[in-house]
């Protein structure tokens, strides 16, 4: 995931096929843990593979909790280990 200050985010090497997914991002402060929602817009599932069934969760948003977040790391996890991420603050290229 590379999430950008704008509130959208990107999604790239999902797959072994490399597919891509973008949307939008938002945290939810209300409780703890946090959540953050994940609203996934775009997905390139089908123009790799037309036989591939679609992205499941196109369209949708889906909420992870968050674990850790600081200045440089980001740990959330979703239902069932499906969305479990762990993510380090890269330079931008």
């Known amino acids: 995931f590379k999430f950008k200050a704008d509130g959208s985010f990107v999604c790239d090497s999902y797959t072994p096929a490399g597919c891509t997914l973008t949307g939008r991002w938002e945290v939810r402060w209300g409780k703890l843990p946090p959540s953050l929602l994940l609203t996934f817009e775009t997905s390139d599932f089908k123009k790799k ?45």
């Open 49 to 93: 593979d037309p036989g591939w069934p679609e992205f499941k969760y196109l369209g949708k948003t889906l909420e992870v909790r968050i674990l850790e977040l600081d200045d440089e790391v980001l740990v959330f996890k979703g239902g069932k280990g499906e969305w479990d991420w762990r993510g380090w603050k890269r330079e931008e290229e």
